[in-house]
């Protein structure tokens, strides 16, 4: 069976095209369906029919997303009816649950937002109720066409609602996807340790780099499903504590539920990395319960001020620096008494270098029970590279000491 | 002239479209060449080599990244050479450079990076500084094909250094985009305000949405470029102070250019935002000019020890309160005696709703000058959207209150 997804607008020039695709192909995968193609085109109505027709010829599902806004450029409604030979309708009922929602919100709905309650003939609202565009659902030739907003909080649910619809209309494909993730290993030394492995898996396994971390996808049939014990019992082998686990989802949450289990309360002391690595660690819900909180110390001043950094560390060593970071992880510990810091200090770039320090270099402090050391590192990229390679590596620094003290 | 970009690997599932996206239609854009479509394919070569044949057919320009890795499934290299009917072919020379690169990092050469040496025949290699896998560059029937890697910090100057090549092969179209920015006013209502010009405009606008943000981008004809300037008179007049201006880049972008034009120094005290602001503040280099720290307390203990807010405030109006917000900024501002601060106190969710406080509702605080105040917000969307969405609109007050200041 075949899934194509198509996005629509103006995500050719900026946008959300990677948190779309991430959103569909995970609600899909969760259901045991696989995406086989995604296009994005502009909002270009020859361009959209060409893309949509051969989308049509090709596939059994399709996924179509964006254009669906009040504005002139919104042009998903007329590209799609008009290459079905269907009309667009003017539907009173939708008009009316859009001026409602205007109102909930104290606004006159503006006499434009009346294109959005226009659908296409024969198709059947799928209900939004984050936003004013409604989504359809068309079915034609054993095809199923879903239409749905760009806007991702939109999308989400509205997809998560039709995917029984697709369920019961089509026989899923009783594959089960696992992701398997690895810290701390590049991606050519991962292959090079489970070359038999992956030979042995070769059609059903991807490997995703992501800073700092691999991720092995292995997608089985369901009655192959204890090859993924197999899978799993020789990545263990094989990387030891470098192996994640399974399905762990991101490393933030990881740390998170590493965290939450020990009951163990985390500080986090940030220059470099500029608030990134309590940014990531509260994108996960419920993180209050173990995140105490952060100092993004991005000046001098506040490394004395907050982190207690004596003067003459600072004047010695520079804010780059092993002192300096050894510092900030004891200090940002004590305010909020937490159980365990991280801290980060370096030269993100792409200005900063000096001679002894070049663009790359981080110092990552830790502080637990009675461990207190910084490490340092060069990483290379530009300054968002480095500075995600800097945070993830402290992540890995905070688990490995966590599980060297439950070790002994 | 069309322009098609494909997409190869892991994507469909996670991803970097969106970076490698934004970037590589930000380096056309600003050559005068805009992309028409995108297609993503899976690492399958099939797939691969059918979306190639047909961007071939129809395009004149083609750039291809990812699947370049020395893995088993990058298949990148394969699946173009048997589309053209060409062999792939082992580069002494290529394969020094890449055992270099490894020696340099104290590593030595995994194996199966050899096949990444292996090239097209008849390409030409587009050398990659930051990474072993080199890009190749292919000429046939007057159709130009680019191959690059997909890690966008290898990606980025690859194709930057090859634009001159493409300038020089093909005729630019010899058109000028420009973005204009308005902030705090919803799409629709953008869309009313300046509905003639926009009628006048039709063909060359599009209508972007970010949080908080709408950006149109209008491309012009080179000989039409004073059209640029009425249109802007336009937009100053309808916005007023919600104009941000023309080209500006990023929010955080143009508050850091606030900030430093008037030698002001920022400081930030987050609680629901979780560090997201200071992130945000600190993607843009050199920010340290003006960005003195920031306090991520995301725990009362810290709200209570660092920014100092008295506990009868906090059990009186909760954290999530206009007091609550007040005593951040005031107190954020004083340990590096920064001129200007925001705060940020709310439920960001899916949890901690209460039957007064409902998921999304934000309070945040702004002091400056004489100026020291909360407003509050209910944004709707998940937890990062709500988080985003507060974030900006908080870099908004900031703004209004500089230029407030300046008005007098």
Request: hydrophobic share 40%; proline share 4%.
């Amino acid at each position: 069976m075949r899934i194509e997804v198509i996005n629509i607008g103006t995500e050719l020039l900026f946008g959300r095209v990677n948190t779309n695709l991430n959103l569909i192909s995970g609600i899909l995968l969760r259901s045991g369906f696989k995406i086989t193609k995604c296009v994005v085109v502009g909002d270009n109505k020859e361009e959209i029919k060409q893309v949509f027709l051969d989308s049509y010829k090709n596939s059994d599902i399709i996924i179509i997303t964006g254009g669906l806004g009040p504005t002139f450029d919104d042009i998903t409604r007329e590209s799609i009816a008009e290459s079905l030979n269907r009309k667009l309708i003017f539907d009173e009922k939708i008009w009316e649950e859009i001026k409602e929602k205007f109102k909930r919100r104290n606004i006159e709905p503006p006499e434009i937002t009346r294109r959005q309650a226009y659908i296409i003939e024969g198709s059947k609202e799928i209900v939004n109720e984050n936003g004013t565009a409604p989504g359809m659902l068309i079915e034609e030739n054993g095809k199923l066409i879903l239409i749905l907003p760009g806007p991702p909080n939109e999308l989400k649910p509205m997809l998560e609602n039709s995917i029984k619809y697709i369920e019961e209309k089509f026989e899923r494909e009783n594959i089960i996807t696992n992701i398997f993730s690895i810290i701390g290993v590049p991606e050519s030394e991962v292959e090079t340790r489970i070359r038999t492995l992956i030979e042995q898996n070769k059609k059903n396994l991807t490997i995703l780099a992501h800073p700092n971390l691999i991720e092995l996808v292995l997608t089985l049939k369901e009655n192959e499903k204890e090859k993924f014990v197999e899978f799993e019992n020789e990545l263990r082998e094989k990387f030891g504590l470098n192996y994640l686990g399974m399905n762990i989802g991101s490393v933030p949450e990881l740390i998170g539920k590493l965290l939450k289990e020990r009951k163990l309360r985390l500080a986090i002391a940030e220059s470099c990395s500029g608030g990134l690595a309590c940014k990531l660690i509260t994108d996960i819900p419920g993180s209050s319960e173990y995140f105490i909180g952060g100092f993004v110390t991005y000046s001098n001043v506040l490394k004395k001020k907050i982190l207690k950094i004596p003067k003459t560390i600072l004047r010695k060593f520079g804010a780059v620096s092993e002192q300096t970071a050894i510092y900030m992880a004891k200090n940002a510990k004590k305010y909020g008494k937490a159980d365990i810091s991280v801290s980060f200090t370096g030269i993100a770039g792409p200005t900063g270098a000096t001679p002894e320090k070049p663009v790359g270099l981080i110092w990552i402090g830790v502080c637990y029970k009675k461990d207190l050391f910084a490490e340092n590192f060069i990483f290379s990229g530009d300054r968002q590279t480095i500075r995600e390679r800097a945070v993830y590596k402290g992540f890995e620094l905070l688990r490995e000491v966590i599980l060297k003290y439950e070790k002994k």
